[in-house]
């Protein structure tokens, strides 16, 4: 059982390994993709810069590198007739217009796998804790159930020396009886009161016998129940060791996972904080230029 359990935790690692490396790939992957539309920008304006003479053009250009998805949704705002556009301005713009939705469209797919992962994660959380705590409730059971047949055996041992205490005084008082009655039988008499007696300390002796081999009985049967019970007793102690490895387990991968899910949460976070900002100063730039004047 403790091999199937660890094999089946060194699978959902690898599985949750994997994730996270899918998922710091994907991140990284959007931070080049953000990297090259800076230096996009950075090409376009350098152009610009060396049109001097061109200022309608600039503005238009810079108003598409300035929008969150490439678009200009009025394009009327600065003229009441569209200016001619140098075709090489206009294949860098729509080139950069593409290249911002599929980076914007990329994004929010990696948003959305993140969620979904972030769902499975906890509920994975979740069930570890679950069982950990089923499992601790199982180790308390066991380990009380261990401390009642502790506490049987330690009564059985108790009867036990008593019953081995009157054995042994059994036994003194039967030597003592064959020693008397052996007297006897050399100074046998005709004396009726000695024949008697001699018959009375035989019948006592065969009495005695027969105590003792019932003794030795109860003895025997008690001997195997306290090994029973020294066994059993050491199973439950081997359950409990068991049961208690697998829960110190449960809670080092259940910390593992805290700070595994703690890392991707701080690391969306940035990520959606820069998005956010780049939105607000995309925001603010439209909204300028669609300002009149």
């Not at 805290?258 to 991707?264: G, K, Q, S, T, V």
Request: glycine content about 4%.
């Amino acid at each position: 059982l403790l091999q199937v359990y660890l094999k089946g935790r060194t699978a959902d690692k690898m599985i949750h390994e994997k994730s996270i490396n899918q998922l710091k790939s994907e991140v990284q992957y959007i931070q080049e993709a953000r990297n090259c539309l800076q230096r996009l920008r950075e090409d376009i304006s350098s152009k610009l810069d060396r049109r001097p003479g061109d200022p309608v053009h600039g503005q238009e250009i810079q108003v598409v590198l300035e929008k969150p998805n490439g678009l200009n949704p009025s394009p009327t705002g600065l003229y009441s007739s569209p200016p001619e556009v140098d075709p090489c301005v206009n294949e860098d713009v729509e080139s950069l217009r593409k290249t911002v939705q599929d980076l914007l469209v990329k994004l929010q797919e990696a948003e959305r796998r993140h969620q979904s992962d972030r769902v499975a994660f906890e509920v994975t959380l979740s069930q570890y804790q679950r069982e950990a705590e089923q499992r601790q409730v199982a180790l308390q059971r066991a380990e009380d159930r261990a401390q009642q047949k502790e506490a049987d055996v330690g009564e059985l041992q108790k009867r036990l020396l008593g019953m081995q205490e009157e054995h042994q005084a059994l036994l003194v008082k039967l030597r003592e009886g064959e020693t008397a009655l052996e007297e006897l039988q050399i100074k046998s008499t005709d004396c009726q009161t000695e024949r008697e007696k001699a018959a009375h300390l035989e019948k006592e002796v065969a009495g005695l016998r027969e105590k003792i081999h019932h003794l030795d009985d109860m003895l025997k049967s008690q001997q195997r129940k306290v090994r029973q019970m020294i066994e059993q007793l050491q199973n439950s102690k081997a359950v409990v060791q068991s049961k208690d490895n697998t829960i110190q387990e449960l809670k080092e991968k259940i910390a593992y996972l805290e700070a595994e899910n703690l890392e991707m949460h701080d690391r969306m976070e940035h990520l959606i904080e820069k998005q956010v900002s780049h939105g607000n100063f995309s925001t603010q730039t439209w909204a300028k230029t669609e300002s009149p004047g």
